[in-house]
């Protein structure tokens, strides 16, 4: 049996469409980027996601050969500005700080936040890790882990402990404390954590699961009391100070993250040219200096690892969330 001519034309036709499609992503890296690329943070200037987005765009623009332009998206936890990135063109021209909040707390907390936080990006490069610190004032009866335990079990309505706002890290840190040493804890949210470390030095609040950037210089300046860091190991930032991990609960860690994503479609090869990129500049002496400086661990973990380290953290969240009853209108 042979071919007609048209049978074989649409046959020779459809294998070279199939060849092209296979070329095309390469092609597009080859040629990528030729015009400005927007870094979209999902917060307000000047905090971790903030400073992070102008190191990278720095680096980038440099390396590239392109302007890198920062856009700040702040609103409703980071998810505002991550919605806006994941309906850009998936043509390597855009790209988001993800961070813990908007890339795997949110979407258990809100209604709709507009995104999924996996299937709405191509994960990019998880730049690192910044671990939460549990503090008291300086004069606070609570003067050990031990302390706090001891007296959140005695009262009633537990103790009080503040946070950036519903659904931040500081927020479900306490939520999981509770939930691990099985005892009541008030929350009172702050819209940011400015206010909620002056609530805690004014004494409205017994303590805080705070950021450590924000919290050692108070620490440093002797008006708050380091408990416990809530990572895995201790912090280079305070030495001597535990992770809760060794103070008895052995199942908790919680660790800020902050990260880079794509839009969902990104070509793989622009990925791959941008996390080898940002990978570049987080080796750089004065990076690594300002990172650390920030108490920030580095990281640098590739596509596939930061992918599956997000969806352990979206489960995980949708865990202590469901568990706390914790919801926003």
């Known amino acids: 049996m042979t071919l007609s001519k048209k049978s074989l034309f649409l046959a020779l036709l459809g294998g070279f469409a199939l060849s092209m499609a296979s070329v095309a992503p390469a092609l597009a890296a080859d040629d990528w980027p030729s015009k400005p690329i927007t870094y979209v943070v999902p917060f307000a200037p000047g905090g971790a996601t903030d400073i992070l987005g102008r190191t990278y765009s720095q680096a980038l623009s440099e390396a590239l050969g ?178 809760l991990k060794e103070l008895g609960l052995k199942d908790y860690e919680v660790v800020s993250w902050q990260a880079v994503f794509a839009p969902a479609g990104t070509p793989k090869p622009i990925v791959d040219k941008l996390h080898k990129t940002m990978y570049g500049a987080l080796q750089k002496p004065e990076v690594k200096e300002r990172l650390k400086n920030l108490g920030m661990t580095v990281s640098g973990a590739g596509p596939e690892e930061l992918g599956a380290f997000q969806k352990a953290e979206v489960a995980k969240w949708e865990k202590v969330v469901r568990d706390a009853n914790i919801k926003v209108n």
């Open 66 to 243: 392109v302007p890198v332009v920062v856009e700040n998206k702040p609103g409703t936890g980071g998810s505002l500005g991550s919605a806006y990135a994941s309906r850009a063109k998936p043509d390597g021209y855009t790209v988001v700080g993800g961070t813990i909040s908007s890339h795997s707390i949110n979407v258990s907390i809100y209604p709709s936040i507009g995104y999924d936080p996996v299937t709405s990006f191509e994960p990019i490069i998880l730049t690192g890790t910044l671990p939460n610190v549990l503090v008291v004032r300086a004069d606070s009866d609570i003067k050990s882990v031990d302390d706090l335990i001891a007296k959140a079990k005695q009262k009633a309505d537990g103790v009080t402990y503040g946070s950036s706002g519903v659904g931040s890290s500081q927020h479900l840190a306490g939520a999981l404390f509770a939930g691990t040493i099985g005892a009541q804890m008030l929350h009172v949210p702050y819209k940011g954590s400015s206010p909620s470390l002056q609530a805690l030095v004014a004494g409205d609040i017994d303590l805080l699961f705070d950021n450590i950037t924000s919290a050692v210089p108070l620490i440093e300046g002797g008006q708050l009391r380091a408990l416990a860091v809530t990572s895995s190991t201790p912090a280079e930032a305070l030495p001597g100070i535990k992770p």
